[in-house]
């Protein structure tokens, strides 16, 4: 199942997506549900499996679907499809990502220790606040000149601290920073317009709990394409579970905490995203997440 977030001149709504049709998730009175958080609540306050909570709000109303993007008169404008309280990213769960992070630095051997290590390295990324959904701009800090797009897998926390869903996430990162030392890292990664996610959550029933999943970055500067590269989740020496796990451990998280992967995509080390560019990020079977770059 993918689920969906947008508004239109009335009200916003989240909306279960087949194909590129979609049916409105309303509430025991007839209201939309609005956010994604509070139908997870009411999914395990009903002590009902999300996805079958889902499809029983719309069988029971006999809700048709309708085109989200059909009207070209209509106002619809594609959300994050979630607000999340707290965003994590993890790092160094690609070899890539790895060689990346010892070159920015110039360390040897930190990378290594951390990619072998029992322990995965978990840091906090951003709030609701930094957080920008589809078609929303990522930003660059005024202070960097170096600063990259992070194509990531990320998982969605429910009531348990369970994975219930996975969306598409872009983890800016300001490597020029970071390359000073290390212990810049927050600096790099936690800033306005640092973190896009979107554009819908697709639960674990449909892909699984360590999904296989294609993952594309692509990189348009004035409407030519300057990057392209592509992994997949499978790469990853890390497993959700590991992750999600270590992220937890002694460590109380709130319903609908967002965790970033880690990417397994590195642009060329002479390369940097300028003000107007476009980044695209697509992970098969969840949609593509497209972002106009902001300098600050």
């Known amino acids: 199942m993918r689920i969906v ?3 239109d001149e009335r009200s916003t709504y989240l909306g279960m997506l087949k194909g590129e049709k979609v049916a409105i998730i309303t509430m025991d009175d007839g209201t939309p549900f609005s956010c994604f958080i509070d139908l997870m609540k009411a999914a395990y306050d009903n002590d009902i499996e999300l996805t ?3 499809r029983n709000r719309i069988e029971e109303r006999d809700f048709s679907y309708h085109d989200l993007y059909e009207s070209k008169t209509n106002s619809l404008t594609l959300l994050s499809p979630i607000d999340p309280p707290e965003v994590w990213g993890c790092g160094i769960t690609y070899k890539s990502s790895r060689s990346a992070r010892e070159f920015e630095t110039k360390t040897k051997g930190l990378y290594d220790l951390v990619y072998e290590a029992e322990r995965p390295e978990i840091f906090f990324k951003a709030t609701a606040s930094r957080c920008v959904g589809p078609n929303q701009e990522i930003c660059i800090r005024g202070d960097s000149k170096w600063t990259v797009p992070e194509a990531e897998l990320a998982f969605i926390l429910g009531p348990e601290e369970e994975v219930v869903g996975f969306t598409v996430g872009n983890d800016v990162s300001a490597r020029d920073i970071e390359g000073e030392n290390p212990l810049y890292l927050p600096q790099a990664k936690i800033y306005r ?7 819908t959550i697709v639960t674990v029933d449909e892909v699984g709990k360590e999904p296989d999943l294609e993952v594309e970055c692509k990189i348009y500067r004035e409407g030519e394409l300057v990057f392209k590269g592509s992994t997949r989740t499978s790469k990853m020496k890390r ?5 999600r796990s270590y992220l937890c451990r002694f460590n109380p998280v709130p ?3 967002v965790c970033l992967t880690g990417t397994g995509i590195v642009p060329p080390d002479d390369f940097a995203l300028r003000d107007g560019d476009l980044v695209e990020i697509t992970i098969e ?3 593509t997440l497209r972002n106009p770059v902001k300098q600050l």
């Not at 317009?193 to 554009?199: R, T, V, Y």
């Not at 497993?239 to 992750?243: A, D, G, V």
């Open 285 to 287: 079977k969840i949609g």
């Open 193 to 199: 317009g640092c973190c896009a996610l979107g554009p």
């Open 255 to 257: 319903v609908g905490t």
């Open 52 to 54: 079958e909570f889902v």
């Open 5 to 7: 977030r947008y508004r």
């Open 239 to 243: 497993r959700i579970e590991e992750l």
